[in-house]
């Protein structure tokens, strides 16, 4: 008998995504795995329980997790779930882990080796389970999907015998991997798009994008990337000078949405409520990084806010609202990076704790906290090279 991997059923209530698809199963299988999939685990992700047997996987309940070597999950398990599971077992899922060290502890006191797949190194080996990327390329694309919705005009230029209708106005505040997406969506449904960035190398992607960037051009915006290629927190004076070019600006659009985010930190506030009270009557906003504290003031998680007359959208894991493209996703980051764990000539599971993708993402390990981001200094660090 092989390792034993349990797909749970997400218990978090707005979590609609499933850690394993139908492939990655097929895959986990071939890799030398049993498979337990909780049952209804993949339902709200269009993925019916006799689709996972069909291909060889047993569907189980909750208790299996008990006698699983790798658990996979979408979020990070809470305390009932961690109770369930054996010493020593691999949990594998997005950790959420700034801010919830009390989490973390309790996952290694229950001696877990847990991993966040969120800390995923930005390299090329990593690039297929980079679930950051993967997530918020959908997240890009269904805000803007959410905003036409909502929006209640049509978004491209309609020229028609009774008159025409202007193309809709939409500004896209963060040129990450879900603006660059919400841009390409908006722009492939006829609105006129501008975006902005504080990352100098996201003018050409946008402009590639066939959108205008907006942004104050100084010495300090040229500097303004750190080497991982994420953005730096901007000088208060800086943010002055963006934030009256991008008032000027926003009092002009019919849609604005956000999605600026730096990890480990709050959200940072982009949208003011005056900014809000200068939009056009109909006016529609989207806040992608409510779960953060949000960038647009008066944002409210898990629903659609009236504010200063804009209807400002913050729905909770946006991803998860399409949910059946999300899980496949998301699915295969999963089984990539899992199968780096795996000897090919033995079909058996080991940890090399000298691979940089283990060092960067393991989180608890062997009774400890072990990434240097969130570990006690007091603790016993993990020794390079032990399993």
């Known amino acids: 008998m092989g390792n034993l991997v349990f797909v749970a059923k997400e218990i978090a209530a707005d979590e609609t995504r499933v850690a394993a698809s139908v492939e990655t199963v097929k895959k986990l299988i071939s890799l030398g795995f049993d498979v337990v999939v909780e049952a209804g685990a993949g339902a709200l992700s269009r993925i019916p329980d006799a689709d996972y047997n069909a291909i060889g996987a047993h569907i189980g309940s909750f208790a299996d997790a008990a006698k699983a070597d790798v658990v996979l999950k979408v979020r990070r398990p809470a305390s009932a779930e961690i109770a369930g599971y054996q010493h020593g077992a691999i949990v594998i899922a997005i950790m959420d882990p700034h801010g919830n060290e009390d989490a973390l502890a309790e996952m290694a006191r229950a001696g877990l080796t847990s991993f966040a797949m969120e800390l995923m190194p930005r390299i090329t080996r990593a690039q297929s389970m ?207 990076f899992l199968e780096t764990m795996v000897n090919k000539d033995t079909k058996t599971l080991g940890l090399n704790l000298d691979d940089e993708l283990i060092r960067a993402t393991m989180l608890t390990h062997s009774g400890v906290v072990v990434h240097p981001n969130f570990s006690d200094p007091d603790q016993a660090i993990v020794k390079k090279g032990e399993v």
């Open 130 to 336: 980079d679930v950051l990327s993967s997530q918020a390329n959908l997240a890009g694309y269904q805000a803007v999907v959410e905003a036409a919705a909502t929006y209640d005009r049509a978004m491209p230029m309609m020229m028609t015998a009774a008159g025409t209708v202007p193309a809709a106005k939409v500004f896209v505040m963060g040129a990450g991997v879900a603006g660059l997406q919400a841009i390409a969506t908006a722009r492939r449904l006829g609105a006129v798009v501008s975006a902005t960035d504080v990352r100098p190398a996201s003018k050409e992607q946008v402009a590639s994008l066939g959108a205008k960037f907006i942004a104050v051009e100084d010495e300090e915006f040229k500097a303004a990337e750190t080497s991982a290629g994420y953005a730096k927190e901007m000088s208060k004076e800086y943010q002055a000078k963006q934030a009256a070019l991008v008032a000027d600006h926003i009092s002009k659009q019919d849609i604005v949405i956000t999605t600026a985010l730096i990890p480990g930190r709050p959200a940072p506030r982009l949208v003011s409520r005056a900014m809000l009270a200068s939009m056009k009557p109909g006016a529609v906003a989207v806040d992608l990084a409510v779960e953060r504290g949000g960038n647009i003031e008066g944002s409210t998680s898990g629903g659609i806010a009236e504010v200063e007359g804009v209807r400002v959208i913050g729905f909770a894991n946006m991803a998860g609202r399409i949910s059946a493209s999300a899980s496949l996703l998301y699915a295969k980051n999963l089984v990539n």
